[in-house]
């Protein structure tokens, strides 16, 4: 079946600090791959996501690369801000057979980021 | 693009008590619809998913239901809630691989 496992959070940093969020899959298939942020007392936003290996997603100076070879998608942001205080969420797909649209999202358990001033 | 409409945004229901959430998909026709959980403390579970009006696959056994009378809607339902059921419900769809997530539905069973 297909899994992802994220870091253990929570995740607290100053303002300007760097951020990883690690994340690693297993999958039957050629999954894609996503980062959603979930901010207090709101649902679920696509952060950015990436659909073959060797892809970059981007968005919001946030970014993460697929790497295949050692199936992972870890998120990075070089200088977080308060704003960025939000739980974060790996989570992966594997379109269906046939040729149809839908696949269903696979979450990681979610790390708690906290930025401080 | 499409738009997901959730509510209740909160709900508190007693033990025992029904539940109906509904959730309506806009800008998009025929859209694969999806119930996820999000109990405290832990990642999103999907609960159910549909491809069509009337097809219903559920993905964990529960004390849950699911019904797609029309198109564009899609009904979570229990008959008599337990206090396991508290958590976060999102309702989402994918036009196109892209999940879109209504804004959720908080419900605390008491």
């Known amino acids: 079946g297909n899994s992802v496992t994220q870091m253990e959070g929570p995740v607290t940093l100053s303002e300007e600090a760097f951020l990883t969020i690690n994340c690693t899959y297993t999958?039957?298939?050629?999954?894609?791959l996503f980062w959603y942020v979930q901010y207090p007392g709101e649902g679920l936003q696509l952060l950015l996501k990436a659909t073959k290996a060797d892809d970059k997603g981007s968005n919001k100076g946030f970014e993460a690369t697929y790497r295949k070879e050692t199936t992972s998608f870890h998120l990075e942001k070089g200088s977080v801000q308060v704003s960025d205080s939000a739980v974060y969420f790996c989570?992966?797909?594997?379109?269906?057979?046939?040729?149809?649209?839908?696949?269903?999202?696979?979450f990681g358990q979610g790390t708690i980021l906290t930025v401080h001033p | 693009s499409q738009t997901i409409h959730q509510w209740p945004a909160t709900l508190v229901q007693p033990v025992g008590s029904p539940l109906s959430l509904e959730c309506t998909v806009e800008g998009t026709s025929n859209p694969n619809l999806y119930w996820y959980r999000q109990a405290a403390g832990r990642g999103l579970q999907l609960l159910f998913y549909s491809v069509g009006i009337g097809q219903i696959s559920s993905e964990v056994p529960q004390n849950l239901s699911a019904s797609r009378p029309q198109d564009r809607q899609f009904i979570l339902s229990s008959k008599k809630l337990l206090l396991s059921d508290s958590g976060f419900y999102l309702c989402?769809?994918?036009?196109?691989?892209?999940?879109?997530f209504g804004s959720g539905t908080r419900l605390t069973v008491v």
């Open positions: 989570a992966l797909t594997v379109p269906g057979a046939g040729g149809t649209s839908y696949g269903k999202l696979t």
């Open positions: 999958a039957t298939g050629y999954p894609s």
């Open positions: 989402a769809t994918d036009p196109s691989g892209g999940y879109t």
